[in-house]
């Protein structure tokens, strides 16, 4: 199993900007590429953003395009994911995912086969 650890959730208001990090420990593992999901109480896990390991492309959820960024520090073996324009519907657990499968990035959940333990942001009104 490859801990994935987050951190940087927490309170901040509508309007304000966050960045989550993603670190990848443990031992290496060949990974194709890494994703964050939310996922709010009573809802489903969704998918919000994915970065090819390598190229780096990236894909977004219509709802964060524009205002969130995923991005790699290879160096540090770690995913970020910035947060700027933040919204009460942004409220969620996060989650980083990743995969080594060659067809790389997707938006499935069950397409990521290394997950963290989550990390809460709350965006009041």
């Known amino acids: 199993q490859v801990p994935l650890a987050e951190s940087g959730g927490g309170l901040v208001q509508a309007g304000g900007s966050l960045r989550l990090s993603c670190g990848v420990s443990?031992?290496?593992?060949?990974?194709?590429?890494m994703a964050w999901f939310r996922q709010a109480p009573g809802k489903e896990r969704d998918f919000v953003a994915a970065?090819?390991?390598?190229?780096?492309?990236?894909y977004y959820a219509d709802p964060v395009k524009g205002r969130f960024t995923i991005s790699i520090d290879n160096a540090k073996n770690t995913v970020y994911l910035q947060m700027n324009s933040l919204r009460p519907e942004d409220t969620a657990k996060y989650y980083c995912?990743?995969?080594?499968?060659?067809?790389?990035?997707?938006?499935?959940?069950?397409?990521?086969?290394?997950w963290g333990q989550g990390t809460q942001v709350t965006v009041s009104s």
């Open positions: 970065i090819d390991w390598s190229t780096p492309r990236t």
């Open positions: 995912a990743a995969t080594g499968r060659i067809s790389g990035m997707a938006v499935s959940a069950s397409r990521y086969d290394y």
């Open positions: 443990g031992r290496t593992f060949s990974k194709s590429a």
